[in-house]
């Protein structure tokens, strides 16, 4: 289907012999696929399948094919190229009638389809090689296919398989208000039944962000994106060595979030609101850099603070310090104490006294191994509350690390300059 066509090689039909299906039935009548049964797409089982499965949209299927003219002039063969084609059902990688038809077949089923130009290349073929209005014939062998990694990094965390198209191309942005069923399912067993917004494990945020309204998929969920690694769900009945977990979810429907520019101040300031909850949901739960997205997205609804007027900017500048403190303490938690001390600054840019920035800043210096300037943070804390007994300790460690430093510092320029004088008297040592 892609690549060069080639109009010398020879189509043997030997090639999809079913002579080891001879114990089956074949119809020998072609089927009417077409979506709206008006004869556009045929098929003709010429080797039956094994099993009752079939891909989905989002599989990556793996095919043999054949495609030939109606005056049986062949076009193309990947048999004859010696490679299996692969390629993502429902993508638009292929042509309209490979997409529905292929839904159709089984593993190691072959088939054949006679296609009319309206579902392959139409009024203007693919010239040089298939005419304008060309009816089309393919024979087409399915060995394999496999789910649709749906995560970012592509670590097969999350596959995905297509139970039901949904009804629009839209699908849900960041912050969208989504309606859905879903059943979490362990060993084939139900574990869970719809559950509630506190409840979603990380997977399941992710797949209904690519479904479309009426979806409905199944999900198979390594633990990174369920539970965690190494961390079961005793409510559940879910082991902490469990392998996977599957999901089961339907997208009823989604309202999606307007851009921040789309709204007027009040809206992003509640928006932002909802978004920082969201955030310390997933702290709370040790989800660090799901947290971390999410106290970015606060951000940037709050935007410029000068933005605001005299009365809507305090509260402005309480979210945005917020969301600054926020990111620190995430950054620290993954130890990213560039980025942690980078958002420090900013909120301290907010509130110059304010002892959590101080702190999460003495903090990240250490992470540093700046404790000169950590302490100077831990200090100013306990010039604005001189009971604040977490900083006292924090002056009395950092106090602790420089001395080590120092002594450390001495250490080796002592080696160093005995190394240079030991240089000098063999050099002086030599002229002798």
């Not at 993508?91 to 389809?113: H, L, N």
């Not at 559950?195 to 945020?205: D, H, P, R, T, Y």
Request: hydrophobic share 30%; net charge neutral.
């Amino acid at each position: 289907m892609e690549g060069d066509f080639d109009r010398s090689s020879q189509y043997n039909s030997s090639k999809f012999s079913s002579d080891d299906n001879d114990d089956e039935t074949l119809d020998d009548k072609e089927i009417d696929i077409s979506p709206n049964k008006d004869g556009k797409l045929m098929k003709l089982i010429l080797k039956k399948g094994k099993g009752w499965e079939t891909p989905g949209n989002g599989d990556e299927v793996s095919v043999h094919y054949v495609g030939k003219l109606a005056d049986g002039t062949q076009f193309d063969s990947s048999r004859d190229r010696g490679e299996k084609f692969q390629f993502t059902l429902g993508a638009k990688q292929v042509i309209e009638g490979w997409d529905v038809g292929v839904k159709t077949m089984k593993r190691g089923e072959i088939s054949r389809f006679t296609i009319d130009s309206s579902l392959a290349y139409g009024e203007k073929g693919s010239p040089p090689v298939i005419p304008a209005n060309a009816t089309l014939i393919f024979d087409i062998e399915l060995f394999n296919w496999k789910l649709e990694d749906i995560t970012k990094k592509k670590d097969g965390g999350v596959l995905r398989k297509i139970l039901i198209d949904g009804t629009e191309w839209t699908t849900p942005n960041e912050g969208s208000t989504c309606t859905i069923e879903y059943t979490g399912l362990y060993n084939e067993k139900v574990f869970e039944t719809q559950g509630s917004e506190e409840n979603l494990v990380q997977a399941i945020e992710i797949a209904v962000q690519k479904m479309k309204k009426g979806e409905k998929c199944e999900i198979i969920v390594k633990p990174k994106y369920a539970f965690g690694e190494g961390i079961g769900c005793e409510k559940f009945g879910i082991p902490n060595d469990y392998e996977q977990v599957k999901y089961i979810i339907t997208l009823k429907s989604f309202e999606n979030l307007k851009e921040a520019d789309e709204m007027d101040n009040t809206k992003r300031i509640e928006q932002a609101i909802l978004i920082k909850n969201k955030g310390t949901k997933y702290f709370k739960e040790s989800k660090f850099k799901l947290a971390i997205k999410q106290y970015k997205q606060v951000l940037q609804f709050i935007g410029l603070l000068s933005n605001y007027d005299a009365e809507s900017k305090p509260k402005a500048e309480e979210i945005s310090l917020a969301g600054h403190l926020n990111l620190a303490m995430c950054f620290l938690k993954i130890e990213d104490f560039h980025l942690a001390k980078k958002h420090c600054d900013e909120a301290l840019e907010i509130d110059s006294r304010n002892e959590k920035g101080l702190f999460r800043r003495g903090l990240a210096y250490c992470g540093q191994n700046e404790f000169e300037l950590a302490k100077k943070d831990f200090l100013k804390i306990l010039e604005i509350d001189p009971n604040n007994n977490a900083a006292k300790s924090q002056v009395n460690n950092c106090t602790i690390k420089i001395k080590e430093h120092n002594q450390k510092e001495r250490i080796k320029y002592q080696n160093m300059f005995e190394k240079f004088a030991k240089q000098d008297r063999e050099k002086e040592s030599k002229k002798q």
